[in-house]
């Protein structure tokens, strides 16, 4: 089980409009089109919508939702491959889908864990962990105090950031760890920052490594009935009749007057607007063609954020041996 980043991500949501030199052919016609079935998708299209606005969905996959998807095939148990978490339950627009869709969520108990160390169980509340929590909160406020401080020093301009892993390695160094402490000290690196953040300390900027601003305020729910039951909600008020599956949008013509967006089907949709929720791979990839070509700024943007892999892993274990916690987890000795 992992803990993860980024709550409902509208992604790079990008408006366009049409060039008047197209040619407006008998391809299907709508106000808008949107690109891609994920949770900023559904959740765009459903906003026009209800807004009297004419709107379709071009999805590449057989399915919707995207990178939340909640995958029943082991034994009929609602497995979330994506998204899980609802990240701070209050001001969250998931909650009020969550609502109005009867998904029940519930939150969880970090605390309940049961750890593993070579081979052997470990006590849960032992002193080892106690220290362990105590050294990583150490080390975040060592984090704060230095990046203030450097930020004063920059005066105006812009503090020099570099990775977090210089941090841990002067922490390391300052505060001689070696051994066992070490090794839950890194334990909780790994565990509460790169799990969090998709990402090595060697690749999350020192300065800004926890400004993600995706958490917001309240409990941290799943659901257990899958994160899908909020896609499925989403897909079902919009009319499964709007989203055009197994579309892959290989091109979008944008100008003045409308759109013309051209998929690997061999009818083309023209529309007076285009929003695009490319995930940033597709983008990265330039797997889209974009005409006339995006702006350097956007490209920019594009070529400068970073992405991760992010995978979750289901075992079906023949019992149960661990105990009745929420969290099974294994300090390693290993990165
Ligand atoms: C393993 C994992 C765990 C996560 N856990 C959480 C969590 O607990 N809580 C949380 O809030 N967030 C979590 N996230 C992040 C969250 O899942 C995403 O931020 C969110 O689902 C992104 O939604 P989206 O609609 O922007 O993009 P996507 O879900 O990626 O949707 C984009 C859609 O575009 C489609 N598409 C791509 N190319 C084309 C094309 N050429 N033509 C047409 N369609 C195309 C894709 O098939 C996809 O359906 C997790 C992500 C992962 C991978």
Same mark, same amino acid.
């Given at each position: ?11 790079i949501l990008l408006v366009l409009v049409f060039s +008047?030199?197209l *040619? ?8 808008v089109i949107v690109v ?11 906003? $026009? ?19 939340? %998807? /909640?995958?029943?095939? @082991?034994?009929?148990? +609602? ?13 969250? +627009? ?12 519930? &939150? ?16 849960? *509340? ?8 105590? @050294? ?22 812009? +503090? &020099? ?11 390391? *160094? #300052?505060?001689? $760890? /070696? =051994?066992?402490?070490? /090794?839950?000290?890194? %334990? ?7 799990? #969090?953040?998709?990402?090595? /300390? ?11 601003? %995706? ?17 499925? =909600? @989403?897909?079902? #008020? ?11 949008v290989?091109k979008i013509e944008y100008g003045n007057s409308g759109v013309k967006v ?9 529309g007076k607007y285009v929003i695009s929720t490319l ?9 889209v063609?974009f005409s006339p070509k995006l702006t350097?700024?956007k $490209? ?5 954020? !970073? @992405? ?7 075992? !079906?274990?023949? !019992?149960?041996?661990? #105990? ?7 300090? *390693?000795?290993?990165?």
């Open positions: 089980m992992l803990k993860t980043g980024a709550v409902s991500a509208i992604g +008047p030199q *040619s407006l052919a008998e391809d299907e016609k709508h106000d891609g079935a994920g949770i900023a998708g559904l959740g765009a299209a459903n906003e $026009l919508q209800s807004r009297g606005y004419d709107v379709i969905i071009l999805e590449a996959k057989d399915r919707v939702g995207g990178r939340l %998807y /909640t995958d029943s095939s @082991l034994d009929g148990i +609602p497995l979330d491959r994506g998204a899980s978490w609802i990240h701070g339950v209050i001001g969250n +627009p998931i909650t009020g889908l969550a609502e109005k869709y009867g998904a029940e969520n519930v &939150p969880v108990n970090d605390d309940s864990v049961t750890l593993y160390h070579n081979g052997a169980k470990m006590d849960g *509340s032992s002193e080892r962990l106690e220290k362990a929590g105590l @050294l990583f909160n150490e080390f975040l406020d060592d984090v704060e105090e230095k990046r203030e401080n450097i930020s004063r020093a920059a005066k105006d301009g812009a +503090p &020099p950031d570099y990775a977090l892993q210089v941090a841990v390695d002067e922490f390391i *160094s #300052d505060k001689g $760890l /070696t =051994g066992q402490i070490l /090794t839950d000290f890194l %334990y909780n690196v790994s565990w509460c920052l790169e799990a #969090d953040y998709a990402a090595d /300390t060697e690749d999350l900027s020192f300065l800004h490594y926890d400004e993600v601003g %995706y958490k917001l305020e309240g409990d941290e729910n799943v659901f257990p009935g899958g994160y899908g039951q909020i896609i499925q =909600g @989403l897909a079902g #008020d919009l009319g499964e009749d709007k989203i055009y599956k197994k579309h892959a290989t051209y998929t690997n089907q061999s009818k083309t949709f023209e995930p940033l791979g597709v983008l990265r990839n330039g797997d063609e350097d700024a $490209l920019e943007a594009i070529n400068h954020l !970073k @992405l991760a892999n992010f995978e979750k892993i289901f075992f !079906k274990f023949p !019992k149960v041996f661990w #105990d009745d916690a929420v969290w099974l987890s294994r300090i *390693s000795n290993e990165k």
